[in-house]
């Protein structure tokens, strides 16, 4: 049985409303830090990160494997609480790396399946979701199972799913990682797109460089683990952004070289 504010395939983070913070889609993470025990030793994922996102910004978090970026994630939906340090934000809702649709439901149940976990009916789920799922993409396949579905297909479904929770702050674990290059150019474009039209604060993981400047009004670098904010980029162009414009290779190398990466 889910645990209190998780759905199943799409993680509702508890609403946590701090004194400080009124639900305007702000994200303050403070000197956090975030220590694992694990059967050998313990892990520390985060030493003394911060990470502040204002309302209605695109934020991409990028960082060398294991540096924490998930359980960064976590710590702003209040799936997890930090060791020391503070993490606020307002209610948010997580997209994980994989769709995790329910092969059961079709794309529209699925993509209702936020509000159906509030309670509300399955027909009135549906009537929600339909002129969204046609904003997307998706019209005529209202009824496909996720298994007749394309990877970029499943993906919009997660992505609106997440939507429908209707929460200020969506934070997004790397959606478009498990897909080929061609639709995952596409998708990144998409994302801009519905973003646009439905301004959401978004804290995006992400182990592409090249998608974060893309997508994101700031990049924030993180470190190795134990993991910690290293350098932040601005990202102040217009979109759409093309991938072989000079000012985007410019951004792109300006990450990778926080990351200590040869461009």
Partial sequence: MPAKGVSTGMIEAPVQEPRELKDDGSVRVELVSRTFATRRAAVDALAGMTLHVS????????????????????????????????????????????????????????????LRARGVPRAEARRAAAPWLERFGLQGFERTAPAELSGGMRQRVSFLRTLLAGKPVLALDEPFAALDAITR?????????VLESEPRTVVLVTHDVEEAVIVADRVVVMSPRPGRAVAEIEVALPRPRRRTDAAVVALREQALAALGVDA
Avoid: F, Y
């Fill in 185 to 193: 150019h596409e998708m990144q474009g998409w994302l801009g797109h």
């Fill in 55 to 114: 309302p209605r910004e695109v934020v991409a978090v990028v960082g060398p494997s294991g540096c924490g970026k998930t359980t960064l994630l976590e710590l702003i939906c209040g799936l997890q609480k930090p060791d020391s340090g503070r993490a606020q934000a307002a209610p948010a809702a997580l997209m994980p790396q994989r769709d995790l649709l329910l092969p059961w439901l079709t794309a529209i149940d699925n993509a209702g399946l936020a």
